[in-house]
């Protein structure tokens, strides 16, 4: 149960709106949304930060972010939620999935962009910064809104991590686990996993 107890329905007229905008029909609201929603000024602020509509990075980019993110800050409420939602959209295998969680940056599951993607994010999670080397990877194949938007798709699924670990929220009943180790075979990866 949550350290602060979701709202139930019927849920106000705007807050209701927002969660049709985000929930498919008929699926009710995360809990995560409806933790949150019970201040309405918290509600706003996190719903204004959201990035999940149509930015600078394809789906699966976006997607490889938010999930290395939250593999990183342990956080498989939102993982889980973000693979079920988002893999097969995303196109992400399987063994792409796992490797989120579970393999380096450089694994040969990912092209040359998407290794130096995950370095981004691994940099900024471990040290809030990226070494003018990680930064010259990441723009050999992104732009700069691109940049951006990764960097604050990194922040802002931090706070979200914040949020879930903070209220203790349990898992979502039909969202995704994370993968056990031995999902990834050792030939795989070319240095150690994520921890």
């Not at 969660?19 to 000024?41: H, N, Y």
């Not at 990035?51 to 938010?66: A, F, K, M, N, T």
């Not at 931090?158 to 990834?184: C, K, M, S, W």
Request: charged share 20%; proline share 8%; net charge negative.
């Amino acid at each position: 149960m949550s350290r602060i107890a979701p709202l139930t329905p019927p849920y106000p007229s705007e807050i209701q709106a927002d969660f049709d905008q985000v929930m498919p029909p008929g699926v009710p609201p995360l809990v995560l949304f409806r933790a949150i929603a019970t201040s309405g000024r918290a509600w706003k602020k996190f719903w204004a930060a959201n990035l999940l509509d149509r930015g600078p990075l394809s789906l699966r980019e976006r997607e490889i972010v938010i999930d290395r993110t939250c593999a990183l800050t342990s956080c498989e409420y939102e993982w889980g939620v973000h693979i079920t939602a988002f893999a097969g959209a995303a196109r992400l295998s399987d063994e792409e999935v796992a490797a989120t969680v579970l393999a380096p940056a450089d694994a040969a599951y990912w092209s040359a962009a998407e290794q130096a993607l995950i370095a981004a994010v691994d940099a900024l999670h471990h040290r809030a910064r990226l070494s003018d080397a990680e930064f010259a990877a990441l723009s050999a194949s992104y732009d700069q809104a691109q940049i951006l938007e990764i960097i604050l798709l990194a922040g802002f699924y931090h706070t979200v991590a914040y949020v879930v670990g903070g209220l203790d929220l349990p898992l979502e009943p039909n969202a995704a686990r994370f993968p056990q180790r031995a999902v990834i075979p050792p030939s795989i990866t070319s240095s150690a996993p994520v921890t």
